[in-house]
């Protein structure tokens, strides 16, 4: 059975890295990151609301993991 995870947003590399490779670890086949069509919550402090591109974001993820998967869950026609 194929499994993933779905990741809105992280903070900081340190913190997708550690997440990636966790899950690279942990045997889950596939990591999936949101694009600009899922909005941060208008209302959130700027700490919560930081938007990573999901591009850059996967290339980033897919260098740093063995077998790990990754996707957008989501990515706009342009």
Known sequence: ????RA???CSADVDLV????????AGLDTL???DHLVQADPTAA???SEMLEACTTLGFVAARTERLRVG??????T
């Open 18 to 25: 550690r997440l990636a490779r966790t899950a690279d670890d």
């Open 32 to 34: 999936w990151v949101s």
């Open 7 to 9: 990741r809105t947003r």
């Open 72 to 77: 957008t869950m989501m990515t706009a026609v």
């Open 1 to 4: 059975m194929s499994t993933g």
């Open 46 to 48: 700027p700490h919560e």
